[in-house]
């Protein structure tokens, strides 16, 4: 049986840049199948959590001029000069426990795990600190669940998107970093 990890990445200070972690936070409890996790911005020790999942699924603000939901499988490639450069500099520049999503997938492929990854999302509309994230990215919670409810389909993992929904209302409403 694959082991399937629904990850949610984020800064939650930073409005729109907290959704897969508010979106995870959501989804503990109701899911059926998987683990959620909830990263945040956790850095370089996440990938103490991921390393033993077969399907890796990230929630997570994307960086996309699309607009509707962002939904992706993703191919680490074996190492090339770029990604490694970029690797390094994201370690340098933020450190460990700074580094992004993508520099931490590609130190899983350098160690030899080679998890099916998908990336789940929406364009962030606002990125600076504030508490929650803005009205119009709230209105996209509905149709993301819906992407990944459809990517999970096929390994028969459950989601109960009401009670998420419901959820992800009070954990933001509760969520006052400021």
Same mark, same amino acid.
Not at 34 to 56: H, T
Not at 73 to 97: C, F, R, W
Not at 125 to 146: A, F, R
């Given at each position: 049986?694959?082991?399937?990890?629904? +990850?949610?990445?984020?800064?939650?200070?930073?409005? /729109?840049?907290?959704?897969?972690?508010?979106?995870?936070?959501?989804?503990?409890?109701?899911? %059926?199948? &998987?683990?959620?996790? /909830?990263?945040?911005?956790?850095? $370089?020790?996440?990938?103490?959590?991921?390393?033993?999942?077969?399907?890796?699924?990230?929630?997570?603000? =994307?960086? =996309?001029?699309?607009?509707? =939901?962002?939904?992706?499988?993703?191919? *680490?490639? %074996?190492?090339? &000069?770029?990604?490694?450069?970029?690797?390094?500099?994201?370690?340098?520049?933020?450190?460990?426990?700074?580094?992004?999503?993508?520099?931490?997938?590609?130190?899983?492929?350098?160690?030899?795990?080679?998890?099916?990854?998908?990336?789940?999302?929406?364009?962030?509309? $606002?990125?600076?600190?504030?508490?929650?994230?803005?009205?119009?990215?709230?209105?996209?919670?509905?149709?993301?669940? /819906?992407?990944?409810? /459809?990517?999970?389909?096929?390994?028969? +993992?459950? *989601?109960?998107? %009401?009670?998420?929904?419901?959820?992800?209302? %009070? =954990?933001?409403?509760?969520?006052?970093?400021?």
């Amino acid at each position: 049986m694959k082991r399937i990890a629904i +990850v949610g990445v984020g800064n939650r200070i930073m409005g /729109d840049d907290g959704l897969g972690s508010y979106l995870a936070q959501a989804m503990q409890g109701n899911v %059926e199948g &998987a683990d959620v996790i /909830d990263l945040g911005s956790a850095g $370089v020790n996440a990938i103490d959590y991921l390393k033993e999942y077969d399907i890796i699924i990230i929630l997570d603000a =994307v960086a =996309v001029d699309q607009e509707g =939901v962002y939904v992706s499988e993703e191919k *680490i490639d %074996e190492e090339d &000069a770029d990604q490694v450069t970029s690797t390094v500099l994201d370690m340098q520049i933020s450190g460990s426990h700074g580094m992004g999503i993508q520099s931490i997938l590609f130190i899983l492929k350098l160690m030899g795990y080679n998890p099916k990854i998908f990336i789940i999302g929406h364009r962030p509309y $606002v990125l600076e600190p504030m508490n929650g994230i803005s009205e119009k990215l709230k209105e996209k919670v509905p149709q993301i669940l /819906d992407a990944l409810k /459809d990517v999970l389909k096929p390994y028969n +993992v459950k *989601i109960d998107k %009401e009670r998420v929904l419901k959820n992800f209302e %009070e =954990v933001i409403s509760s969520d006052r970093p400021f």
